[in-house]
């Protein structure tokens, strides 16, 4: 036998480096992703607006062709109605707006409907890290998988706009609770210098892209919802066999249930036991510091002006990085040529955030990082609203590289500001200031929609505002400290309180250091 470290982190090193057990559970959980990355991203092909003719002259349309569309009744809207009675749609693509005439009046539901469905993300964010710290990570991670594929199946036989919409917001509630609760388990069973490896491998980026591919091939949004939730729902038998997070079992005092998942570790990778004697002294640490850190809440962010005003350009930075990733994301329909292949790239545009983030921002630090990438974001931007306003025709192979440059822009530079934002705060409100500024993240996604909605008609004010508000972002970090190559500060004091990260104490030696916030 071996001997475990006295941390949990010196436990999971004896666990693999990594083994079979973390490549299977890795490899289970990233494929589970790939059908919520589509449910997150459905209303991106399912609230696209094919093309339409009015027909309100009493002429029949046929149901084979539009043999008797003209141009001049090309997504007409009758003056004196508040929408068109008699609309020939394309019959290319089955959408929620042909599905139920969503249009003239009502063009602006679908728009309502993605908002509505990103409130759920940020209800289910929210909700999911509750249950996953009373119930276990295991518990909230399949509960998200089952809301997934329930309301998905019934998303699929929905009889109105309105039913849709509801179950929209649940699939949303899925999407943004499962997002939240796999990596945290995830990293829990691997040592730290693969933590950034399963960070960064792009599963994400992966489904995006052959979402597009999906979306091609089936052609109505109900057969997507049935799709997803087709493939969803295998993975729910797996619940048993999937681990607990040994972390939470010892914080709960479950020793006898960390052993279990441990041993069953030890036997997939064929290795040693490790000394599971240190268990309830671990099971006694981790406890303690669930309790310490049960001290600190959202109100230790905003207790002094220098907070306020760091959280407030953190959370104004999100926010808006949040608003042109999803305003880019679902705005990728509109754009010039072939939407399925639109989508596809767009999420390939994201690629090459991965290697260019771990070259630059050690190199040229976190501040300038986020002000290159979010500037050349902005540019891109502008140029796509310039040749929209000139009308240039000619360039359009151009115009659609400064949207697919801006989309990689702005995911290399909300990588690195999540990096900068975590560097900024010490180890004992660290989760704070993040779920504080997914809050405003999930804020920005909500609005989102609406400018989408706006490149309906054309791309000069969306692509104009975009740019404006990422210009912006380009300089805010400057208002703040440079963080590159400091080390990260483990405890915040305040004249009222002073605690040790273990839990054991409330004294802090004199020589330890505190991070001014």
């Known amino acids: 036998m071996s001997t ?170 899925a999407c943004g609770g499962y997002l939240v609760t796999y990596f945290p388990l995830a990293v829990e069973f691997v040592r730290s210098r693969w933590r950034t490896v399963v960070a960064c491998f792009p599963f994400w980026s992966l489904g995006f892209a052959f979402f597009g591919l999906l979306a091609w091939l089936v052609h109505d949004f109900r057969y997507l919802c049935f799709i997803i939730a087709a493939l969803e729902a295998p993975f729910l038998f797996t619940y048993r066999f999937f681990p607990e997070s040994i972390r939470w079992q010892l914080s709960r005092g479950r020793i006898d249930e960390a052993k279990k998942t441990i041993v069953r570790i030890v036997k997939m990778n064929r290795i040693n036991m490790p000394d599971l004697s240190q268990l309830h002294r671990l099971a006694e640490r981790e406890k303690a510091d669930r309790i310490f850190q049960k001290k600190y809440t959202f109100f230790h962010l905003y207790t002094s002006l220098k907070r306020v005003k760091k959280m407030a350009v953190f959370q104004t930075m999100w926010c808006i990085s949040s608003i042109v990733y999803y305003g880019l994301s679902f705005g990728a329909r509109n754009l010039v040529g072939n939407m399925y292949l639109n989508i596809s790239l767009s999420g390939l545009a994201e690629l090459p955030r991965i290697p260019v983030i771990i070259y630059v921002n050690d190199r040229i630090g976190r501040r300038w990082t986020c002000f290159c990438f979010y500037l050349l974001c902005a540019v891109a931007c502008f140029t796509v609203a310039v040749c929209a306003a000139e009308g240039v025709s000619g360039l359009a192979t151009v115009n659609f590289a400064m949207a697919l440059t801006a989309k990689m822009a702005i995911t290399a530079g909300w990588a690195a500001l999540k990096v900068y934002t975590a560097e900024h705060y010490p180890t004992v409100i660290r989760t704070l200031a993040i779920g504080a500024c997914n809050i405003a993240a999930g804020i920005g996604s909500i609005l989102a929609p609406y400018m989408v909605l706006m490149t309906e008609q054309n791309l000069l004010l969306p692509y104009t505002v975009i740019g404006i508000l990422v210009a912006a972002n380009a300089v805010i970090p400057f208002l703040l400290t440079e963080t590159v190559n400091k080390p990260l500060e483990d405890i915040l004091i305040d004249n009222h309180l002073a605690s040790d990260t273990s839990g054991f104490s409330t004294n802090r030696p004199s020589g330890s250091s505190n991070q001014d916030i």
Do not use: H
């Open 4 to 173: 475990a470290g006295t941390s949990y982190e010196g436990l999971v090193d004896q666990l693999g480096d990594p083994g079979r057990f973390q490549m299977v559970m890795m490899l289970l959980m990233y494929v589970q992703e790939i059908p919520v990355v589509w449910a997150a991203l459905m209303m991106s092909f399912s609230g696209k607006v094919p093309d339409w003719w009015c027909q309100d002259n009493g002429t029949n349309i046929p149901p084979e062709a539009c043999l008797s569309c003209r141009n001049d009744t090309y997504k007409y809207c009758p003056a004196n109605q508040s929408t068109c009675n008699n609309v020939y749609f394309d019959p290319m693509m089955t959408t929620v707006v042909s599905e139920w005439n969503l249009i003239c009046d009502s063009e602006a539901v679908t728009a309502t409907m993605t908002s509505i469905q990103m409130v759920g993300n940020l209800v289910g964010a929210i909700v999911s890290a509750q249950i996953s710290d009373a119930f276990g990570r295991k518990v909230a991670l399949y509960l998200c998988l089952l809301i997934l594929t329930v309301f998905c199946t019934v998303a699929g036989f929905a009889t109105s706009w309105l039913m849709f919409t509801v179950c929209s917001f649940f699939i949303g509630i």
